[in-house]
């Protein structure tokens, strides 16, 4: 059960007390319309405070696979979809628009073996399987759904975040440093903790060195992230190297 829902159930008994201690359905009414409205309102994603996110307990598979149903036709929760293709470059509204940037990229290994497994790691989702975060596992094309779950110290949040881009295309990487690169871009979705896009790139050089890169422009959405932005600030920084890690550890699976 969720905090909101534990909250709303709160509020159904208040609603029974209040209509028969005042001896009136005027009151009843009003408190029950306030709290439909409130769950209409969860319901489309549109929840200033972050509370409709919170779970007391890791979801289950089966729960975050029926959430990623329930949230089909949300919209992106900012105007900057598709903003991190070019990143590090990004256009100058989200230069200017208060976003936090979280990157990193390292090498892991090397040859076309290594990059294909590593584009096998981002593709079965992999790279955000971290323990105290995990996602599911939907095919990735343009437009898929997903859900993640994220511990930050007790409880936990089930995200929305929607596929922008998924590209496996040729690249250039600089002068005469031609190659390969596997794209993947996730944007925040109404009834997320965070406005912003992920981008998790694989590179292949010319010289068969094989990249891992992670770029993130965030800022939050909700009160509760606000009121928490130096603990959602860390976690940012964790969720980057922790994916890192990941795919260090796919990669030599492999």
Known sequence: ??????????????????????????VGRTVRVTTARAAAAARDGHDFTGLSSLRFGKPTPAD??????????????HEHAGASLSAPDLPAEVKSGGFMVTA???????GKATYDAAVKAVQSWRHLQLGWNCTTEPAQK???????????????SVLPAQVTYC????????????????VLGLCSLNGHQLAGEER?????????????DIFLFSKP????????????????VRYVNDSLKAMEAAVKRA
Request: aromatic letters at 8%; proline letters at 3%.
């Open 221 to 236: 959405d909700t009160l509760l992230a606000w009121a928490s932005l130096p603990v959602v600030k860390l976690q940012q």
């Open 167 to 182: 590209r496996d295309e040729a690249a250039a990487f600089g002068p005469g440093n031609k190659g390969r690169r596997f």
């Open 1 to 26: 059960m969720s905090l909101q829902t534990a909250l709303a159930a709160r509020a159904g008994s208040l609603v029974a007390h209040s209509s028969h201690a005042e001896g009136g359905r005027r």
């Open 64 to 77: 975050m696979d029926g959430l990623m149903q329930q949230w089909q036709g949300r919209q992106c929760n």
């Open 200 to 212: 998790f790139c694989v590179e292949l050089h010319a010289d068969g060195s094989v990249f891992y």
């Open 142 to 156: 343009v437009g898929t759904v997903i859900c993640s779950a994220t511990q930050t110290v007790v409880p936990w």
């Open 104 to 110: 990193n990229r390292k090498k892991v290994g090397e």
